[in-house]
């Protein structure tokens, strides 16, 4: 593993099932983050995590949740998917601190129907 | 709260051509700023960044970009760009530890 990867690729989900969108770094970055890229809209923060065991929410939180059991994991898990986070989530992560720059993957497309 | 605009959703340029993007964000406080770039089918990666200093920063590929601070403004500039560059671009600025505000992103195309 080289950087961060994410899985799956690309999924195709009925509304109302449980989806975890899974994020793996191999740079021992403290921080960690799950964005959802949408049209028009560019990046917006769904929750991060500063350091293994803590995780904080971000601009769009609702629907979604994160743990970090590890400096290494850091899952979003939508527990009842609907039409409106068709989108694609973008897992990155960081050195700690205000200044990093955050390193991104290579996303997972998610298509809720 | 902070947030980010970028002027331009799309750009058509032709290559060879100056390019500049507009981008300006709200925060009253010290900022760092930074500019991503997106190309077709891959993952955001960094093009430079500002923390302090000069505030003229020279990134990859031979982009640059020019804080001024008194019009809150990060503007991404390119004298020559190549077909190459076609990509989307985005803004964005740190948003308390750790957190980085994006702009919505401008979508840039260049032809031959």
């Known amino acids: 593993i080289a950087g961060i990867t994410q899985a799956p690729t690309s999924q195709i989900l009925a509304a109302g099932r449980r989806m975890t969108l899974r994020c793996t770094q191999d740079m021992r970055h403290n921080a960690m983050y799950w964005y959802r890229q949408d049209l028009g809209l560019g990046l917006r923060l769904i929750h991060y995590?500063?350091?293994?065991?803590?995780?904080g929410k971000g601009e769009v939180p609702d629907g979604y949740s994160v743990s970090r059991a590890n400096t290494d994991d850091f899952p979003l898990t939508l527990a009842s998917a609907v039409p409106s986070q068709t989108s694609v989530y973008f897992c990155a992560s960081s050195v700690a601190g205000d200044n990093n720059e955050q390193f991104f993957g290579p996303g997972t497309r998610l298509t809720v129907l | 709260a902070q947030s980010v605009s970028q002027h331009n959703h799309h750009v058509i340029l032709s290559e060879a051509a100056s390019l500049e993007l507009g981008c300006n964000y709200s925060?009253?406080?010290?900022?760092?700023l930074f500019w991503y770039v997106q190309y077709p089918g891959q993952h955001l990666q960094l093009l430079l960044k500002y923390f302090s200093g000069d505030p003229l920063v020279k990134g990859i590929k031979g982009f640059e970009a020019e804080f001024i601070k008194s019009k809150f403004s990060f503007n991404l500039r390119k004298p020559s760009v190549q077909w190459s560059d076609t990509a989307e671009y985005f803004c964005a600025v740190s948003g308390g530890y750790n957190k980085l505000i994006f702009g919505a992103g401008t979508r840039l195309a260049v032809h031959p």
């Open positions: 925060y009253g406080g010290t900022v760092n």
């Open positions: 995590s500063n350091t293994a065991g803590t995780t």
